[in-house]
């Protein structure tokens, strides 16, 4: 099966851009969905598709793609955007689905 | 108001059982492919099953295959997860999500499964 590969920690200064990345080679085929987390909450979905967001979701998240990799950028950064950001995609090689690693996001 | 409510979490002992339900309410639930994901205490988000609109096909991660049965009830709004000779590694927070094709749009706010003697 395929996998997808996070950095495990990012950190960014309040108000400042920050890019995620997650690669795999089933980014090549898929479009990669981005999830937020919180401690002792349930993901939230932030991006899907080539560069959407859910109803609700702040106009500074952003999505984009490139060969094997995508990125989860946030313009401005603040401090409640400080979670931990997971990946997601089908796999290219089965009908399953699978999840990066996660991101820890830290705002300074 | 979509949601989803996870329930029948637990303690049980290594290589007990335990079935887990989800129910849907607020949206057409036979429209939608389903999934069961868990995140270990600690851990990252894992994809566990999942199973298609109206239950035809269904998909399991290696480490559950034979042990885990996913299905549904559609007349019930239900989803569930069965689950067998549990171990430790099992033991996690049970989400299921709405597959919209292109991301999980919809998440339940999770059950606990805890295994241990």
């Known amino acids: 099966s395929s996998e997808l590969t996070q950095d495990p920690a990012v950190s960014v200064a309040l108000g400042q851009t920050v890019r995620i990345t997650c690669q795999g080679d089933s980014l090549r085929i898929y479009y990669a969905s981005w999830y937020q987390q919180k401690p002792g909450q349930a993901p939230l979905l932030v991006i899907y598709?080539?560069?959407n967001r859910p109803s609700g979701i702040p106009d500074r998240f952003s999505g984009s793609s490139s060969g094997n990799t995508a990125s989860l950028t946030i313009t401005g950064a603040q401090a409640e955007d400080e979670a931990d950001y997971y990946c997601n995609s089908r796999d290219s090689s089965s009908s399953h689905v699978v999840f990066g690693g996660g991101t820890k996001l830290i705002v300074l | 108001e979509v949601q989803l409510v996870e329930s029948g979490g637990g303690l049980v002992q290594p290589g007990g059982s335990l079935r887990l339900s989800c129910a849907a309410s607020g949206f057409m639930f036979s429209d939608y492919a389903m999934y069961w994901v868990r995140q270990a205490p600690g851990k990252g988000l894992e994809y566990v099953s999942g199973i298609t609109t109206q239950g035809g096909s269904t998909y399991y991660t290696n480490s559950v295959k034979g042990r885990f049965i996913i299905s549904r009830d559609n007349s019930k709004n239900t989803l569930y997860l069965q689950m067998g000779s549990l171990r430790a590694e099992d033991m996690a927070m049970y989400y299921c999500?709405?597959?919209?094709?292109?991301?999980?749009?919809?998440w339940g706010q999770g059950t606990m499964v805890t295994v241990s003697s």
């Open positions: 598709g080539e560069n």
């Open positions: 999500a709405r597959w919209k094709g292109d991301g999980f749009d919809i």
